[in-house]
């Protein structure tokens, strides 16, 4: 397909599989590459077309932001659209704006036969990076792009560096990855974390998709983590070190020889290994069985099995693999649902006894341990989930009731009890190491004049989704939990807070559901409640929302993504497993929770 000059022209782009939209080239406001490739298959395959003679500046503009959507790794194709002093400067990799539905053109006032501008103007939604970190945004974005003639032909000699790309356009050539860091928790955790430094953090990247992702993968794990979660994370790869080869072989055997040597013992090298498995897993075709890190001279340093690297999974703080599923039944009792069975029972202990009248509950990650509000919001009990246990004193204590005194609990990876006391006269969050002790008052900066009404900590202790109520609102919030001070004094703060559903404007609920993921029950202004998966960094698709079910008022879901999620509406409690419909379960009651 060729685009002809100064006529109502065909997008600047050749497609395979697919074609091409048609697009006004001047005159009137028009709409740039919007959803032209919204149903596009993945493996579709889109190459611009050079700008051609006589084209219009509309022409020259649309043209250029069409071959900025096409698959080549270089954008060979869009600079052609740009002024030869331009050509080499110009950096698309420095950001993404990504717009709803697409950018709007216009040609600006003041216009002469050589010089022009064309505007763009859009709603923002989203804007990556150059560490490829996506953040979630809503705003509005406008942007100049300026052309002159260059031997009689127009050219674009002033641009903003970075991409601007319709949502469609986005998720077509951009895929979301988790590159895997170690968590980088402080002295504080010494003595109940184990391996502390083995243990990985998922850090979610928008890499293309079509270009080399594997290559592109490991070039994103050696330069580092994205700057929210780099302050509570460490790589285990020196600083600076590039990949000088990369191959994968018909046994899914991958081979990396760096540009520095790999650590100078085999633990060093075998945590880098270990960090490079578990990330690219999840751009692998088929998976991958082993890593190899080879020296600057091509030795072999060290090599690691996909078994072995499991070692270091985030799995291994996350919790058994078999978890059951608890909840809290109509006569504050807790009970527990075991596999795929319908009909819970009570847990052992005191908890399942009813010894404390339950309002809400956290249940430890080793599933041995239990901690319990009770329904007035007045007291914290933490005892075991075993015939012989005791219930004990309190462990922690507010002054208010109801819905002003004590949040449910959190567990993180450590063994670690996290819970809000909303009293309106001293709100604060804390942190009773091992569910016991003088409880630690954790420092939220950012939070300003709102107020955290419920909390999950993520089971790598350096991430915690929180709902914030502010005036008659309440937003998703993530935090950064930073470590200092010792083990017997901790100081710990949360900080760097980012709302990860902006666009919800209520929400009711939240909990993990993956290493990068949280499940949402909210809405919209003005619209219906809506249950969805979200990315931590606010991203979602088209795959995200969850079967109709409305008057959710909590929701429960497993780092384990093959678990079931569950829900309570009304006095009833509801599971959907990952391939089925919502059901029943019995007996009724509220406040579902997986270990955590």
């Given at each position: 397909?060729?685009?002809?000059?100064?006529?109502?022209a065909?997008?600047?782009?050749?497609?395979?599989?697919?074609?091409c939209?048609?697009?006004?080239?001047?005159?009137e406001?028009?709409?740039?590459?919007?959803?032209?490739?919204?149903?596009?298959?993945?493996?579709?395959?889109?190459?611009?077309?050079?700008?051609?003679?006589?084209?219009?500046?509309?022409?020259?503009?649309?043209?250029?932001?069409?071959?900025?959507?096409?698959?080549?790794?270089?954008?060979?194709?869009?600079?052609?659209?740009?002024?030869?002093?331009?050509?080499?400067?110009?950096?698309p990799?420095?950001?993404i704006?990504?717009?709803?539905?697409?950018?709007?053109?216009?040609?600006?006032?003041?216009?002469?036969?050589?010089?022009?501008?064309?505007s763009?103007?859009?709603?923002?939604?989203?804007?990556?990076?150059?560490?490829?970190?996506?953040?979630a945004?809503?705003?509005?974005?406008?942007?100049?792009?300026?052309?002159?003639?260059?031997?009689?032909?127009?050219?674009?000699?002033s641009?903003?560096?970075?991409?601007?790309?319709?949502?469609?356009?986005?998720l077509?050539?951009?895929?979301?990855?988790?590159?895997?860091?170690?968590?980088?928790?402080?002295?504080?955790a010494?003595?109940t974390?184990?391996?502390?430094?083995?243990?990985l953090?998922?850090?979610?990247?928008?890499?293309?998709?079509?270009?080399d992702?594997?290559?592109?993968?490991?070039?994103?794990?050696?330069s580092?983590?994205?700057?929210w979660?780099?302050?509570?994370?460490?790589?285990?790869?020196?600083s600076?070190?590039?990949?000088?080869?990369?191959?994968?072989?018909?046994?899914?055997?991958?081979?990396?020889?760096?540009?520095?040597?790999?650590?100078?013992?085999?633990?060093?090298?075998?945590?880098?290994?270990?960090?490079?498995?578990?990330?690219?897993?999840?751009?692998?075709?088929?998976?991958?069985?082993?890593?190899e890190?080879?020296?600057?001279?091509?030795?072999?340093?060290?090599?690691?099995?996909?078994?072995?690297?499991a070692?270091?999974?985030?799995?291994?703080?996350?919790?058994?693999?078999?978890?059951?599923?608890?909840?809290?039944?109509?006569?504050?009792?807790?009970?527990?649902?075991?596999?795929?069975?319908?009909?819970?029972?009570?847990?052992?202990?005191?908890?399942?006894?009813?010894?404390?009248?339950?309002?809400?509950?956290?249940?430890?990650?080793?599933?041995?341990?239990?901690?319990?509000?009770?329904?007035?919001?007045?007291?914290?009990?933490?005892?075991?989930?075993?015939?012989?246990?005791?219930?004990?004193?309190?462990?922690?204590?507010?002054?208010?009731?109801?819905?002003?005194?004590?949040?449910?609990?959190?567990?993180d990876?450590?063994?670690?009890?996290?819970?809000?006391?909303?009293?309106?006269?001293?709100?604060?969050?804390?942190?009773?190491?091992?569910?016991?002790?003088?409880?630690?008052?954790?420092?939220?900066p950012?939070?300003?004049?709102?107020?955290?009404?419920?909390?999950?900590?993520?089971?790598?202790?350096?991430?915690?989704?929180?709902?914030?109520?502010?005036?008659?609102?309440?937003?998703l919030?993530?935090?950064?939990?930073?470590?200092?001070?010792?083990?017997?004094?901790?100081?710990l703060?949360?900080?760097?807070?980012?709302?990860?559903t902006?666009?919800?404007?209520?929400?009711?609920?939240?909990?993990?559901?993956?290493?990068?993921?949280?499940?949402?029950?909210?809405?919209?202004?003005?619209?219906?409640?809506?249950?969805?998966?979200?990315?931590?960094?606010?991203?979602?698709?088209?795959?995200?929302?969850?079967?109709?079910?409305s008057?959710?008022?909590?929701?429960?879901?497993?780092?384990?993504q093959?678990?079931?999620?569950?829900?309570?509406?009304?006095?009833?409690?509801?599971?959907?497993?990952?391939?089925?419909?919502?059901?029943?379960?019995?007996?009724?009651?509220?406040?579902?929770?997986?270990?955590?």
């Amino acid at each position: 397909m060729r685009r002809q000059a100064g006529t109502a022209a065909l997008l600047g782009c050749l497609v395979l599989l697919a074609g091409c939209a048609s697009m006004p080239s001047s005159g009137e406001v028009s709409k740039v590459g919007s959803e032209a490739h919204n149903d596009a298959d993945s493996q579709v395959r889109v190459y611009g077309v050079k700008p051609q003679k006589g084209e219009l500046a509309a022409d020259i503009v649309s043209g250029f932001l069409e071959a900025t959507t096409s698959n080549e790794a270089d954008y060979d194709t869009a600079r052609e659209y740009l002024a030869k002093g331009l050509k080499k400067t110009w950096q698309p990799n420095r950001k993404i704006t990504i717009l709803s539905g697409g950018a709007v053109q216009s040609v600006q006032a003041g216009s002469t036969n050589s010089s022009t501008t064309v505007s763009l103007s859009g709603r923002t939604v989203a804007a990556v990076d150059s560490k490829h970190a996506y953040r979630a945004v809503s705003k509005e974005f406008s942007a100049g792009i300026h052309l002159s003639k260059e031997r009689g032909e127009w050219r674009i000699d002033s641009v903003p560096d970075g991409l601007v790309l319709s949502e469609a356009d986005f998720l077509r050539l951009y895929q979301s990855v988790d590159i895997y860091y170690y968590a980088s928790l402080g002295q504080d955790a010494a003595g109940t974390a184990g391996r502390l430094r083995d243990v990985l953090v998922a850090d979610p990247v928008y890499l293309r998709s079509q270009v080399d992702l594997l290559q592109n993968t490991v070039s994103s794990l050696l330069s580092g983590p994205t700057d929210w979660l780099d302050p509570v994370v460490a790589s285990a790869f020196p600083s600076g070190t590039k990949a000088k080869r990369l191959s994968l072989d018909d046994s899914q055997h991958l081979t990396v020889k760096l540009s520095k040597t790999p650590g100078t013992d085999a633990s060093t090298c075998h945590r880098m290994a270990a960090q490079l498995m578990n990330t690219v897993q999840g751009v692998a075709t088929l998976p991958v069985a082993s890593v190899e890190l080879q020296r600057p001279d091509g030795a072999a340093a060290c090599s690691l099995s996909q078994q072995q690297a499991a070692e270091y999974a985030p799995e291994q703080v996350a919790g058994t693999a078999d978890q059951q599923q608890y909840f809290i039944d109509t006569g504050h009792r807790l009970v527990s649902l075991y596999g795929n069975a319908t009909a819970a029972e009570r847990v052992p202990g005191p908890l399942g006894a009813g010894q404390v009248d339950l309002g809400s509950v956290a249940v430890r990650r080793d599933e041995t341990y239990a901690a319990g509000v009770k329904a007035d919001g007045s007291a914290l009990f933490v005892t075991g989930l075993t015939a012989d246990a005791a219930l004990g004193q309190s462990v922690l204590k507010s002054t208010a009731h109801g819905r002003n005194g004590l949040s449910a609990p959190s567990w993180d990876g450590y063994n670690d009890l996290w819970v809000a006391d909303r009293n309106p006269a001293n709100p604060r969050l804390l942190m009773l190491q091992d569910g016991a002790g003088a409880p630690v008052e954790v420092s939220v900066p950012d939070l300003k004049g709102g107020r955290i009404e419920s909390l999950r900590v993520a089971a790598d202790g350096v991430r915690i989704a929180m709902l914030v109520t502010e005036g008659s609102s309440t937003t998703l919030r993530l935090g950064r939990i930073e470590r200092g001070g010792t083990q017997a004094h901790p100081e710990l703060t949360v900080t760097a807070l980012r709302q990860v559903t902006p666009y919800l404007e209520d929400v009711k609920a939240a909990s993990w559901a993956g290493v990068s993921r949280l499940v949402v029950v909210g809405q919209e202004s003005g619209g219906v409640q809506q249950i969805q998966y979200v990315g931590v960094d606010g991203s979602t698709s088209d795959d995200t929302t969850v079967p109709g079910i409305s008057g959710v008022t909590s929701v429960a879901a497993s780092e384990s993504q093959d678990k079931p999620l569950l829900a309570s509406l009304g006095d009833g409690i509801f599971r959907l497993p990952t391939d089925g419909n919502w059901k029943a379960v019995t007996p009724k009651g509220g406040s579902p929770v997986y270990p955590g």
